[in-house]
Structures are given as C-alpha cells and as structure tokens.
C-alpha cells in the first residue's frame, strides 16, 4: 500500500493529534526540560520519546481513574478519582491541592473583576460602613483575602470528611503532607536559585517564559483529543479534570528529565574514571578562574538515556505500598505500568 494512500485514508482526528503534537507538544516539552535542568538543545528524537512517556501516562491514568469511577457506579471522572491515583505521593498530592485552590482565588478574583461599576460601588459602600476604608480601598489587605477565598480541598477518605461538624482550621495549619511539600517546593526553588544567578536579563525572561509552559492552556479541546477522551473513556471532563491532567503531565516531564540528567551524569563519571574520553578531553586543562566563560557546551540528554531514566522510575517502589511475591519466575510476572 503506498503512503500516499495511507495519507489519504488518515483520519481527520488523527491529523489534529499530529498537528498539536508538533506545533504545541514538542516546543512545550522542549521549555519544560529547559526549566527541569537541560541546557542544551535537545534533538527531536529525544522529545518524540518523552512525548511518547507522556501520552502513555495520561492513557493509563484515564484508563485507571475510569475503572474507579465505574466501582463507584459512576459514569464520569471526578477530581478525587486522580486524587486516588496519586495518594501514595504527599507531597505531589499537597502541591495539587494548593494549584486547585488557589486556582479558585485567581478564579473569584476574575469574576470579581469582570463584575461593572455599580457592583463595585456597592461593595466599596458596604466595606465602609463595615469598618473599611471610606475612600473606595479593600476593607482587608489583598494577602487576608486571598486566606479567606482560598478554599482547601477535602478528599472522600480524609477523616476530617467522616463527621458533619468541622473545626475552625488555624492560620499556621500545616499538615504532615504540606510540609513535605513544601520541602520538596523549596528543593526545587533552590535548584532554579543556582540556575539563575548567573543569567542575564534576556536569558532569565526566557526562563520566565519556559517556566509558564503548559499542555492545556487555551488548547483544552486539542488536548482532549490528544489524551483519548471519547476513546479512552467516555467521560465529558470539566475543567479541574484538565487542569489536574496537564498538572500531572509537567510533573512526568520534570521527573524524567532530572533522572535522565543524574543517568547522563553517572555516564559522563564513569567515562572520565576509564579514561574514556575524545582526544581534546585528554588534553590537559588549566584551572578556570572566577569569570572565565566555559570551555565546552554541555551535551543534551539522549534517548537512551530518557530510556533509562524511565527504567529506574519504573522499578521504583511506590511508597505506602508492600511488595508482596507471587512466586514463579521474575520473567513471567506481568509488571502494571506505575505512573511517574
């Protein structure tokens, strides 16, 4: 069969998927690794394996979150469906909760926004006889009110939800969950900090701009088709269905990148331990001083290195949950795909 007729025959959803693949995936994914710690150019190659990690996660969560969704006789996802999936990672679990709440602020403060004069007139009306400012400012500071619209997210297992009445929550009331978390955030803020201390202004409004990359903004309805909604399940998701996909998606591509670039690493020590090194390597350096540009770009990660980035996140046991032999030969044991 010639490919012409195969072009012919494709169908059109398969060419939007291709199309969004190209000009939105890819450059997408190329920003994201960028932010995660790749200073070089990565090669299309590379980024069409990460996509291919990516597309096989976002399945496999759909396909999960779906079964979950049927035992609780439910034909539609919800939040706390993916909520399930991930439990077992704290600190990713709390970090999703604080995206989606104060995706809710920046949400009322919009609608609040978008309200007309009249409205506004009369709330500046009522926070003066309220005790605010009688000449039109916020009754409160901008900071207490984004504590008192920010809403925290309940989970159907967490056992604050197994009793009617609940506590006044504490200003300072931090959970075992959000102190990993932000352990983890402050991790992370810290690596970017050496990232960028160095960097010029042109170069730091670049990584600005990487750092706001993301699948779903104002591409909601191709990422839909991307991800297999309509094939992979017949849910209709709403919007905090997408956020939380596309939430998760970045995560996939950071994690793998960072591992990828501790493989890349590993090889680039052991090479120079063997002596395995090109001929201008071998070449004896002298000691850089303080302002001394460097002498050689580094080299991006590779395929195979992605492939084993991936391998290791894979073996990895997942926190919470005891591994338990079934017996037989390792070889004939079938492995579920763990989502990253």
């Not at 150019?41 to 999960?64: A, F, G, M, W, Y």
């Amino acid at each position: 069969m010639s490919p012409f007729k195969d072009a012919i025959e494709q169908p059109p959803h398969q060419e939007v998927t291709e199309g969004y693949k190209n000009n939105v995936l890819i450059p997408r994914i190329k920003q994201m690794m960028f932010v995660a710690g790749e200073t070089g150019d990565p090669t299309p190659e590379t980024c069409t394996l990460i996509e291919q990690i990516v597309h096989e996660q976002v399945i496999e969560l759909l396909k999960r979150s779906t079964a979950l969704a049927t035992r609780r006789g439910s034909r539609t996802i919800s939040t706390a469906d993916l909520f399930f999936l991930i439990r077992h990672d704290k600190a990713k679990t709390s970090r999703l909760k604080t995206f989606l709440s104060w995706k809710d602020v920046r949400k009322t403060a919009r609608d609040s926004d978008d309200k007309g004069g009249d409205a506004a007139d009369a709330a500046i009306g009522d926070d003066a006889l309220a005790g605010g400012d009688p000449a039109g400012g916020p009754a409160m500071p901008l900071g207490e009110m984004a504590k008192r619209s920010k809403k925290k997210v309940k989970l159907p297992w967490d056992i604050s939800s197994f009793f009617s009445e609940q506590l006044p929550e504490g200003d300072d009331e931090d959970d075992e969950d959000e102190e990993e978390a932000n352990a983890a955030t402050l991790l992370r803020l810290q690596q970017a900090d050496k990232r960028t201390k160095g960097m010029t202004k042109d170069e730091y409004v670049h990584y600005s701009e990487c750092r706001q990359a993301s699948f779903t903004y104002k591409k909601a309805k191709r990422f839909r088709e991307w991800a297999g909604f309509g094939i992979v399940t017949d849910s209709k998701p709403n919007d905090d269905i997408v956020d939380i996909l596309g939430f998760l998606l970045y995560d996939v591509v950071q994690t793998l990148t960072e591992e990828a670039l501790r493989v890349k690493a590993e090889e680039d020590l052991n090479k120079t331990r063997n002596g395995d090194t090109d001929a201008e390597s071998k070449k004896r350096k002298r000691e850089t001083g303080l302002f001394d540009p460097p002498e050689e770009g580094t080299t991006p990660v590779t395929p195979k290195h992605v492939r084993e980035a991936f391998r290791r996140l894979q073996v990895k046991p997942i926190p919470g949950r005891c591994t338990v032999w079934m017996g037989g030969p390792r070889q004939l044991q079938r492995t579920e795909l763990k989502l990253i």
